[in-house]
């Protein structure tokens, strides 16, 4: 018997939506023991750093969150759909949520944010430079900033930077500089 996995015996749907389903597993670990869990599964997300040309500022966005039930600076991100490249979606969600073009994009990495209880794996990508090209959706973004990247510690420090994607990216490259 292999000690380090946990066989699910059962697992039952507790309801679906477009992007989210919801389940309950029953699961037994390796002494015997069984217990219940509940397991979210989503599509994979997509976040972008968007940094300004001298790679000194980040774009950001202040939005509600209403799950949590503040406000807070994110990087622009969303869903990726099945079959859709995770560099176009990540490009299509800053100019969908700031107004600004990526020139440029790449992948920094791949992480799960909550993996003892949602399988939702979210992709950091990293854009240099942007250009204006239109304004951002009005049901996504209250505001869009360049934010000094030496004023992002103070941010997460005061709460104003929450979400695991945006602090992992903004860490990714605070460390890089």
Avoid: C
Avoid at 48 to 53: I, K
Avoid at 138 to 150: A, G, I, M, S
């Amino acid at each position: 018997r292999d000690l380090h996995s946990f066989p699910t015996r059962r697992s039952s749907d507790l309801g679906q939506h477009k992007y989210e389903r919801l389940s309950v597993a029953s699961i037994e670990q390796p002494d015997g023991f069984r217990f219940e869990q509940y397991v979210l599964r989503m599509p994979r997300g997509a976040m972008t750093v968007v940094l300004d040309d001298a790679a000194e500022r980040v774009l950001l966005i202040w939005r509600h969150r209403f799950v949590t039930g503040r406000w807070v600076w994110e990087l622009p991100g969303g869903h990726v759909e099945d079959g859709e490249d995770g560099a176009a979606a990540a490009a299509g969600e800053v100019l969908e949520e700031t107004g600004y073009r990526p020139r440029t994009i790449e992948h920094v990495l791949t992480f799960q944010p909550m993996p003892g209880t949602a399988d939702s794996p979210y992709e950091i990508y990293l854009a240099r430079g942007a250009d204006l090209a239109g304004e951002p959706d009005v049901n996504e973004t209250e505001e869009v900033r360049w934010v000094p990247l030496d004023e992002v510690p103070g941010l997460i420090a005061a709460g104003q930077i929450t979400g695991a994607a945006t602090i992992i990216g903004l860490q990714h490259v605070m460390l890089a500089r």
